[in-house]
């Protein structure tokens, strides 16, 4: 079966980084869309960060620009989310989710056929 396993969240203060990780397991994603979703409590799940076809496009949210970076590792099949400067805004619960069947746009969250638990991001100040 398809899994996405994120890790590497956690409690950090304002102005430190933390780097997420998405292992995939049960199918490879190097052709699919993956992304980095985050909701936090009261708000809309959004996302984050996006990455095409073979890391060869990448979108982010404006909230994030420059302080994140989304890459990805075919040969792992692994994405990653390496978030620096973080600010407290930042806190919340954030999700790795794939592409299953290729079309639409990066920052449709309908797109995205599997997704991980999440991992809790938590930015004191």
């Known amino acids: 079966q398809v899994q996405l396993a994120e890790s590497g969240g956690g409690l950090v203060q304002a102005g430190g980084s933390l780097r997420l990780s998405c292992a995939a397991s049960?199918?490879?994603?190097?052709?699919?869309?993956m992304g980095w979703f985050r909701q936090a409590p009261g708000k809309e799940r959004e996302l984050v960060a996006g990455?095409?076809?073979?890391?060869?496009?990448?979108v982010y949210a404006d909230s994030v620009k420059g302080r994140f970076t989304i890459s990805r590792d075919g040969a792992k099949n692994t994405v990653y989310l390496q978030m620096n400067s973080l600010k407290p805004e930042d806190t919340a619960v954030y999700y790795c989710?794939?592409?299953?069947?290729?079309?639409?746009?990066?920052?449709?969250?309908?797109?995205?056929?599997?997704w991980g638990q999440g991992t809790q991001v938590t930015v004191s100040s």
């Open positions: 989710a794939a592409d299953g069947d290729g079309g639409g746009s990066a920052w449709d969250p309908n797109i995205y056929d599997y």
């Open positions: 049960g199918r490879t994603f190097s052709r699919y869309t």
């Open positions: 990455i095409g076809l073979n890391g060869g496009r990448t």
